[in-house]
């Protein structure tokens, strides 16, 4: 099975990241009017977006700047794509944590391999995401670090070992 893998903005510049093997497709995410880096490695296929690690009820001057329902929509097609094509996916966004994490964390339930990075998904981005699916979800889904809440509300990720 395809994996796929959210890494941030440095690592995709700097290679740092599984290696995507001959069968790939990078998904590029960062704020609006920011440049897109170049990649270290070659990618066969680079899909690019623009859009800010804003929540639903974030304030916004433009609502373009939160992610669009044609964007999510776009970002569903790139990865039934990936998938039918047996293609592992690197997502990049800024910090490789909320965006990238949460179109890494719709991946997998699609199907594709999780490389449990860490990640923080934007509910957003997920929720619109999951709606393109047809899937349902919790609108008042609490934030969580790779799919870990605790019950005092505080976020650890799954294979912390410190003292809460």
Not at 30 to 37: A, L, N, R
Not at 133 to 143: S, W
Request: charged letters at 25%.
């Amino acid at each position: 099975m395809p994996w796929i893998q959210n890494v941030a903005l440095s690592d995709i510049k700097k290679g740092r990241h599984y290696d995507p093997g001959p069968n790939n497709l990078l998904i590029q995410i960062v704020d609006c009017g920011m440049e897109f880096p170049e990649p270290h490695y070659k990618f066969n296929t680079v899909h690019q977006f623009q859009f800010l690690d804003l929540e639903r009820d974030d304030k916004c001057i433009e609502p373009e700047m939160k992610i669009t329902d044609d964007q999510a929509k776009s970002l569903v097609i790139l990865l039934k794509q990936a998938l039918l094509n047996r293609s592992n996916v690197i997502v990049h966004c800024v910090a490789g944590v909320c965006r990238s994490g949460a179109v890494v964390e719709v991946g997998v339930m699609m199907g594709f391999d999780d490389t449990e990075d860490y990640r923080s998904p934007n509910l957003l981005v997920k929720h619109k995401m999951m709606d393109v699916l047809g899937l349902t979800y919790d609108e008042n889904e609490p934030h969580t670090i790779n799919g870990v809440t605790l019950d005092s509300g505080l976020i650890v990720p799954k294979n912390y070992k410190g003292d809460i």
